[in-house]
């Protein structure tokens, strides 16, 4: 079956850089790459929100402002891997870190998302 696995979350102070990645398996490399993946974050108390998506074969990304300049999506359709480099880190960045796969479009709505990964915590702390 399909899985989504992140990695790479942590502890890190701010102005920090970190790199999530999100493993995709049970997916042929074919239908993967049919697969727009984006990064939705829940933060203490807050809503889940997407805010960083790339979308199938064309590789187009789309952040949202607050992360814009300082957050890089790309994939590794090889891999079936997407990666997320999250430089210069903010106190408001702390969250749960959950990648999700659409099929064909990007969107920032989780109800669109066709499958989930469990979630990695990144914890931005002086």
């Known amino acids: 079956q399909v899985q989504l696995v992140e990695s790479g979350g942590g502890l890190v102070q701010p102005g920090g850089s970190l790199r999530l990645s999100c493993a995709a398996s049970?997916?042929?490399?074919?239908?993967?790459?049919?697969?727009?993946i984006g990064w939705f974050r829940r933060a203490p108390g807050k809503e889940r929100e997407g805010f960083s998506c790339?979308?199938?074969?064309?590789?187009?990304?789309y952040y949202t402002d607050d992360v814009k300049g300082r957050f890089t999506i790309s994939r590794d359709n090889a891999k079936k891997t997407v990666y997320l480099q999250m430089n210069s880190l903010e106190l408001d960045d702390t969250a749960v870190y959950y990648c999700?796969?659409?099929?064909?479009?990007?969107?920032?709505?989780?109800?669109?998302?066709?499958?989930w990964g469990q979630g990695t915590q990144v914890t931005v702390s002086l």
């Open positions: 790339i979308s199938d074969n064309d590789g187009r990304v």
């Open positions: 999700a796969a659409d099929f064909s479009l990007c969107s920032n709505r989780a109800y669109e998302y066709d499958f």
């Open positions: 049970g997916f042929t490399s074919a239908d993967y790459r049919d697969y727009a």
